[in-house]
DNA sequence: TCGCGGTTGAT
DNA sequence: TCAACCGCG
């Protein structure tokens, strides 16, 4: 007789319905399903801002749910011991979840699946958080790839799955279990900013990703190749957002981007570029899962970074008040928005790098407690490729000009303009924004002259290179 | 997905 | 005088 027990269908970073395997497979199966996100150790761990977006695409995911005459049900600690508890409490046969690749999850999730399958529970892990599972992706010689681009020709002709619908129904177990509530995770709570000030910001959810990669495909796309790389223009896609919770598959954006290519868009070929990127980065985190905490070329330990995150440069660096204006409008845009424009990402990094010569960690750290669009895979690669310690990363002499970037990628300064105020003009729209957003312990005021630089361009980057000269490796 | 200081060579 | 180019960190 065939199995007619629950399927729990465990949801992740996957807060999505339409091209789910997971839950394509379990409605396949046509028995009852339990929706269920659990709150444990690791989202505890979360960045302020990462934790509180979470919360609202959990938030999101519950009610498309509903709408489909299903729901979400909340929990929180150690994961085993939930789902054990839910199976208990539903009779559940099986168990489905998308896979992570992070060390901690992988962990989490080998445990889980190990001790369903000995009490007799069906634990199945679904692929589709990356088009190319990173072990199948191997150079001839059988390694891992190091290096982007043999990596972008190794997977660029391959072919991606196909894009799954969103179900049309999803049966409804007999009996729900309860659930906890959002309200008492309060997923915001460390959102010292208060979550206000990022929520316009905010592109929530399943729709507003597919709205996002369609105002880009039928626009945004075709200036992509320059568009992208000025800070004051809308020319990025803000996917990173919603691919960082599974909002949208890098399959779905990839069709699209195909489709693009197809019709001569020229900015198409950069776009899946871009999400090969991240694919590159999630390829390098599963080989070496030490991208995510150590210099990924070992001899980078002997580096003398500062390491001292009180130290008054660190402070004015994560503050936005270097002196620098790119820097400093760049640190800001993030406090505000959650997000930080990818020209400016890059720059905020190499001067914390290399003219504060301060270690990526303190960096990356930063990011992880700011970002609304926060990925574990891309966060680390991005600073290790910036301070030169990680694979197929910029030398560390090649330093940013943080002054003479904005010639080229700022010219009119619209993009330091919006964070910092016209010079002698009172503040207005996102610049003043900002001050009512930082706490009070900053001591910053909008009256507050601009800074001088901490560490200007040229010493910054003649000290860095002094250090690097002199380095004993 | 760099920047600088230097040289070259046209004007 | 200066844009273009080169070599190197």
Redesign the pocket.
């Known amino acids: 007789m065939a199995d007619t027990s629950p399927i729990l269908l465990w949801f992740r970073r996957d807060l999505r319905l339409s091209d789910h395997p997971a839950l394509t497979a379990a409605v396949k199966t046509g028995r009852s399903i339990v929706p269920v996100f659990l709150r444990d150790g690791l989202l505890d761990d979360l960045g302020a801002a990462p934790k509180w977006r979470l919360g609202l695409g959990v938030g999101c995911l519950a009610e498309a749910l509903q709408d489909k005459g299903s729901r979400l049900i909340l929990r929180s600690g150690d994961a085993l011991e939930q789902l054990t508890q839910l199976i208990d409490e539903t009779g559940a046969g099986a168990v489905y979840w998308m896979r992570a690749y992070d060390p901690q999850s992988v962990e989490r999730d080998t445990k889980v699946k190990e001790t369903l399958k000995e009490q007799g529970v069906e634990a199945r892990s679904f692929a589709g958080h990356l088009m190319f599972e990173p072990w199948t992706v191997e150079t001839k010689q059988g390694g891992f790839y190091k290096v982007?681009t043999p990596f972008w020709n190794a997977v660029k002709t391959r072919d991606v799955a196909e894009p799954l619908a969103a179900p049309g129904e999803i049966k409804a177990p007999g009996r729900w279990p309860d659930s906890e509530t959002l309200d008492d995770w309060r997923l915001g709570a460390a959102m010292d900013r208060g979550a206000d000030v990022v929520r316009p910001f905010v592109q929530l959810g399943e729709q507003a990703a597919q709205a996002r990669l369609g105002a880009f495909m039928a626009s945004k796309v075709a200036d992509y190749n320059d568009a992208r790389?000025i800070p004051g223009t809308d020319g990025t896609s803000c996917l990173s957002e919603n691919l960082s919770l599974g909002e949208i598959t890098p399959q779905q954006c990839w069709h699209a981007g195909l489709r693009a290519r197809e019709e001569g868009k020229p900015g198409a070929e950069t776009f899946l570029k871009?999400l090969v990127?991240r694919e590159f980065a999630y390829h390098l985190m599963w080989h070496t899962p030490r991208l995510l905490t150590d210099n990924w070329r070992e001899d980078w330990e002997a580096f003398p970074w500062n390491e001292d995150e009180r130290k008054a440069e660190v402070k004015a660096w994560k503050q936005g008040r270097t002196g620098i204006q790119f820097v400093d409008a760049g640190l800001r845009e993030m406090y505000v928005t959650g997000r930080m424009h990818?020209?400016a990402r890059?720059i905020v990094a190499s001067y914390l790098t290399k003219h504060l010569m301060c270690h990526w960690k303190i960096g990356m750290q930063w990011f992880e407690d700011c970002l609304i669009d926060w990925d574990p895979a891309s966060n680390a690669m991005g600073w290790q490729?910036s301070a030169g310690s990680g694979p197929d990363a910029?030398?560390y002499?090649?330093?940013?000009?943080?002054?003479?970037?904005l010639d080229?990628f700022d010219k009119d300064r619209a993009y330091v303009q919006r964070w910092l105020g016209k010079p002698g003009a009172k503040l207005t729209g996102d610049a003043a924004r900002y001050f009512d957003a930082i706490p009070k312990s900053w001591n910053m005021e909008p009256d507050d002259h601009y800074p001088e630089p901490v560490v200007n361009?040229?010493e910054g980057?003649k000290r860095a290179?002094e250090a690097?000269?002199n380095r004993d490796f």
């Open positions: 982007y790389d871009e990127w990818n020209r890059m490729w910029t030398p002499f090649r330093v940013f000009n943080p002054v003479t970037q080229r361009a040229d980057r290179l690097y000269e």
